[in-house]
């Protein structure tokens, strides 16, 4: 599956931004999809992860309260909407795909978009 993020931007702290990433393909329903993102020499964070039919979402205790991801299957899209944003959101945001479950880990997906950047000023 192939996949484009889009949706990223500068906003002001306490802003709100809704990321979007489109999938190629007609097997895009059996894809559990995920947000991860990275900062400027940090690592790789994990942040979403969504279930085949969008019934079971994971957020990492840290991504809890601010961020909600829901995926379209009809659109083949994924979304994450950020409320409340903050200046250490910035980073490089990336969708990515997974046959299974994720809770945490980015090493179980298998295929990755170009990320899209955000940048929240203080």
């Known amino acids: 599956v192939q996949l484009q993020a889009s949706g990223g931007g500068l906003v002001q702290a306490g802003g709100s931004l809704r990321l979007s990433c489109a999938a190629s393909?007609?097997?895009?329903?059996?894809?559990?999809m995920g947000w991860l993102r990275q900062a400027p020499g940090k690592e790789r964070e994990f942040v979403a992860a969504?279930?085949?039919?969008?019934?079971?979402?994971y957020y990492p205790d840290s991504m809890k309260g601010r961020f909600t991801m829901s995926r379209d299957n009809a659109k083949n899209t994924v979304y994450l909407q950020m409320n409340n944003l903050k200046p250490e959101d910035t980073a490089v945001y990336y969708c990515?795909?997974?046959?299974?479950?994720?809770?945490?880990?980015?090493?179980?997906?298998?295929?990755w978009g170009p990320g899209t950047q955000v940048t929240v000023s203080s």
């Open positions: 990515a795909a997974s046959s299974r479950m994720v809770y945490g880990s980015d090493k179980d997906f298998n295929s």
């Open positions: 393909g007609r097997t895009f329903s059996r894809y559990v």
């Open positions: 969504i279930s085949w039919s969008g019934g079971t979402t």
